[in-house]
């Protein structure tokens, strides 16, 4: 018997056991389908701090982005993780000037600091290799390391005396008396039950499916694939800020943008199309190189084909309603619908990884 079963050990998931661990000495489990922690989603992104710029002031995302931005910059200064607030540029033609004007109001109504306009000498003078007639600056965007960031929250919660439970599939969830019994299958393939008070489904890719095993009122997910491309040796160190395209609208995504990491490689990315039968595929198509090459020579004209290469590849989960390719987060304690100590978050996709401090927090509160 556990106080708390956190199913899940992403970013987010690792992010509530931290918060747990420091306020509380209840005892956690934490259950995660691969052989250890950060392996799904979380690792498989661009790695960027961001802003709040895209999304509903009303939003969950636009919350949860502002209030944890902040909070993780602290907490890597705090605990010695490599970050870079280095910004970033999204830009645009003079045809798309009343868009890019929309994107920098909801930046203004999402309170994001440090946000401007340029022209396109100003573009010229931060960035001599990219071209664009306008662009929204955007001082407060950073690159983080997200393997350092998720090992501090896993030390946290180990020294808070948390157990974990790695290749091992949750298979059943049953009230019972005060908690919840969940069954799982092991490493092994057998299975076995475990008791908890709380249930936190933090499961990333399958968290509606792991929901659903409560009832059907709750959202399904589709998963949307990106790939990465990285570019040649020749580009490292070549940019100052990433850059971004204005959204993909049709796809919910931000479109291919300009990344880099901690040793100034540059990679372009995601790409985003839906993936009809929910296979885990992490391959990266060769045959995108054109839409690659097309889409980044938009904005870096000095690119050529032979600087492309396949790099990486990751899934979003993403709520599907009413055709509404940017859904929000959905992060419920289910005590209204019958289910006390039951916490689903469904549908973290981007800005899952810069909500994360503010989610745990915000779980934490919940239980302790």
């Known amino acids: ?4 079963v956190i199913i899940g050990a992403g970013i987010v998931g690792l992010a509530i056991a ?8 209840k005892s956690v489990l934490i259950i995660e389908k691969e052989e250890s922690f950060g392996r799904g989603i979380s690792s498989r992104n661009s790695e960027v701090i961001h802003s709040g710029i895209y999304y509903n002031p009303d939003s969950k995302k636009a919350a949860y982005c502002t209030r944890g931005r902040d909070m993780t910059y602290e907490f890597c200064k705090k605990y010695n993780i490599w970050v870079n607030r280095c910004g970033k540029l999204v830009v645009g033609k003079f045809h798309q000037s009343d868009d890019l004007e929309l994107l920098y109001k909801n ?7 440090d946000i401007r306009i340029l022209d396109k000498r100003e573009i010229n003078t931060l960035e001599p290799k990219i071209e664009a007639d306008i662009a929204l600056q955007v001082g407060c965007t950073g690159i983080v390391s997200v393997h350092d960031l998720m090992a ?6 180990q020294e808070g005396g948390h157990d974990y439970l790695y290749k091992s599939t949750v298979v059943g969830a ?5 908690g919840y ?3 799982i299958q092991n490493a092994q393939g057998e299975l076995e039950t475990v008791s908890a008070e709380w249930v936190i489904n933090a499961a990333g890719l399958e968290s509606d499916w792991v929901a659903q095993m409560l009832g059907d009122d709750y959202p399904t997910l589709r998963y949307s694939k990106g790939c990465y491309y990285k570019l040649s040796s020749k580009w490292r160190g070549a940019f100052n800020h990433l850059v971004y395209p204005l959204p993909d609208k049709k796809h919910g995504s931000l479109g291919i943008h300009l990344s880099f990491d901690e040793s100034q490689m540059v990679k372009l990315g995601p790409s985003a199309h839906w993936v009809q039968d929910r296979t885990e595929d992490y391959d990266v198509e060769e045959n995108l190189l054109d839409q690659f090459f097309t889409e ?11 600087d492309l290469s396949p790099d990486f590849a990751g899934i979003r989960p993403k709520i599907w309603m009413d055709e509404n390719p940017m859904p929000d987060f959905y992060i419920s304690h289910e005590e209204d619908k019958g289910f006390p100590g039951w916490v689903n978050l469904i549908g973290i996709e981007s800005p899952g990884l810069t909500s994360a401090i503010a989610i745990g927090e915000d779980v934490a509160s919940w239980i302790i």
């Open 174 to 178: 049953d009230p019972k008396g005060n």
């Open 181 to 183: 019994e969940i069954s």
């Open 18 to 25: 931290r918060s747990i661990a420091e306020q509380t000495d």
């Open 296 to 306: 980044g020579h938009r904005y870096i004209p000095g690119l050529e084909k032979e």
């Open 152 to 157: 501090a929250f896993y030390k946290i919660s």
């Open 1 to 4: 018997m556990f106080d708390i």
């Open 107 to 113: 930046a203004q109504r999402n309170n994001v600091p």
